[in-house]
């Protein structure tokens, strides 16, 4: 059974520690995942982009989702990503996630082929994984990146999955940047978690009945992606929305991973948090020191906007959120 929060579900696209061998510390990712579930978010994405997941083995990958669960770490608050440029490597890890009751398997196609993939390349693509993984509990999460896969899915692509594998096909993350096509596939989907990717696109989104997000921001301020996925329009969301793209614009300085890595590392005291996996790389220490300085000053000034929900009815006894 899936795990199902109070309000919309905030999934933390989780960053993973790296040890001096350039393997998953899993020590460190279960301390920083129960900090983020104790910082208000609903869940954690073990290995997708922003946790650098395609780099690591697949032994590595299945032990540290087996180190998260024996931590105590609930499965059904965690989903897995199991892209893989290989094949088998998709299907085995999936089958162990679904064999541990995980949230969800997170999967979007191979990114070295980029071009001339029809619909009915991507429809045989995910066919050929539901059939092949074999294992009728699987809950597939559908994943439209078209920025790293190089190919859109499309509303026609995710009817005739859902048609063909109702239940299997439980959901989709939509990190392509349209927010007319997110509006689509929330409005032709009913049945299926919607998730974005693309965190100012919420406010908009969640009055039609967004699942939530899968996002790699509730790393770095878990309580400002609580705030900002529970307001509840556009209009309720607009002094966070132009808070947020005043960080973007501090984290932007430099690529998002060593951005949020760095801001981990100061967060949780830790430097091993700095390592990053090749060909990634950390700024200059200075410029690094700076843009950790820019960030926790917009912190101060974002701090006023994070409420509690009672704050509505009420403003007494009312407890700000810690924004990192």
């Known amino acids: 059974m899936s795990f199902l929060p109070s309000s919309r579900y905030l999934s933390t696209a989780i960053a993973t520690p790296v040890t001096p061998a350039l393997r998953p510390d899993s020590e460190r990712l279960i301390a920083f995942a129960r900090h983020l579930l104790g910082e208000g978010v609903d869940g954690i994405t073990v290995f997708g982009t922003t946790g650098e997941g395609p780099e690591f083995s697949v032994r590595d990958r299945m032990a540290t989702l087996d180190a998260l669960v024996s931590a105590g770490i609930a499965p059904e608050r965690i989903t897995v990503s199991v892209s893989a440029l290989a094949f088998e490597d998709a299907l085995t890890l999936a089958r162990h996630a679904t064999g541990h009751g995980v949230h969800g398997c997170l999967l979007m196609t191979p990114c070295m082929f980029r071009g001339g993939i029809s619909d009915d390349g991507v429809f045989e693509f995910y ?24 190919v859109t899915i499309s509303l026609r692509v995710v009817r005739r999955l859902t048609e063909k594998y109702p239940g299997i096909v439980a ?26 990717g693309n965190e100012v696109d919420l406010p908009g989104l969640n009055p039609i ?25 556009s209009y309720d969301g607009r002094p966070m929305i132009e808070s947020l793209r005043n960080a973007d614009a501090i984290l932007s300085r430099f690529a998002f991973i060593p951005s949020a890595k760095a801001i981990i590392a100061d967060t949780m ?35 006023g906007l994070v409420r509690t929900s009672d704050d509505e009815a009420s403003t007494s006894n009312v407890t700000p959120i810690r924004i990192a």
């Open 127 to 150: 066919r050929q994984f539901i059939e092949r993984t074999g294992r009728d509990d699987l809950r597939l999460l559908l994943y439209n990146f078209p920025d790293i896969s190089g």
């Open 171 to 196: 959901g989709l993350k939509d990190s392509g940047g349209d927010a007319d096509l997110t509006r689509q596939y929330i409005l032709s989907f009913a049945e299926m978690e919607i998730y974005t």
């Open 209 to 233: 009945g967004i699942a939530g997000t899968i996002c790699g921001l509730a790393n770095i301020m878990p309580g400002f992606m609580r705030a900002l996925v529970d307001t509840r329009n």
């Open 269 to 303: 005291n830790d430097p091993n948090w700095l390592r990053v996996m090749p060909p990634m790389s950390q700024p200059p220490a200075v410029q690094r020191s700076q843009m950790l300085s820019a960030y926790r000053a917009w912190q101060q000034s974002a701090s």
